[in-house]
């Protein structure tokens, strides 16, 4: 028989480090952040078991753990500072050429709209599901992801005029 993290955490592993990836730019940082909640949300596992929104919770301590170790490195010293962080990875060579303007015209974005933006159209979540993991209203998903789309779609409207 399998554990509640085996069953209720575990799977959600992929889904955590994209989203810590958007706000770390550092792969190897998003794995250590990521197995830091785990180990957390391991010993925990007794309360998580009764926790009315386990996926908020994995995302809230996903989010502390980076500012920790933001500060700890003296990089920001609020969470307004998370949003400037840049990206320097490279786009995977096979992806079509608007997804991949799509993806760097993300980075762009505020935080908030880019954590939307992959939940929905990259991750498929519903905004009710997308509510719950944040922890934020329905109607800051709906008004974010509208935003974040607008400004993709005038930045790409912008690019192609430019040829």
């Known amino acids: 028989m399998k554990s509640f993290f085996e069953t209720h955490i575990w799977p959600s592993r992929s889904k955590l480090y994209r989203l810590v990836f958007l706000w770390v730019r550092d792969k190897s940082l998003a794995e250590d952040l990521v197995q830091n909640v785990f180990e957390k949300s391991f010993q925990k596992e007794k309360e998580l078991a009764q926790h009315p929104n386990l ?3 994995l995302v809230k301590s996903l989010k502390n753990e980076a500012l920790m170790h933001f500060r ?28 991949r303007k799509v993806m760097i015209l993300l980075k762009e974005l505020p935080l908030k709209q880019q954590e939307i933006f992959q939940l929905r159209e990259v991750e498929g979540m519903s905004y009710e599901e997308i509510s719950g993991y944040l922890d934020v209203s329905m109607e800051q998903v709906k008004v974010n992801l ?3 789309r607008t400004k993709i779609r005038k930045r ?8």
């Open 55 to 57: 996926g908020g919770w």
């Open 72 to 99: 700890s490195v003296k990089k920001l010293d609020s969470l307004d500072g998370v949003e400037e962080l840049q990206a320097n990875e490279p786009v995977q060579e096979e992806v079509s050429e608007s997804v």
């Open 146 to 148: 509208h935003r974040a």
């Open 156 to 163: 790409m409207i912008a690019l192609n005029e430019r040829g």
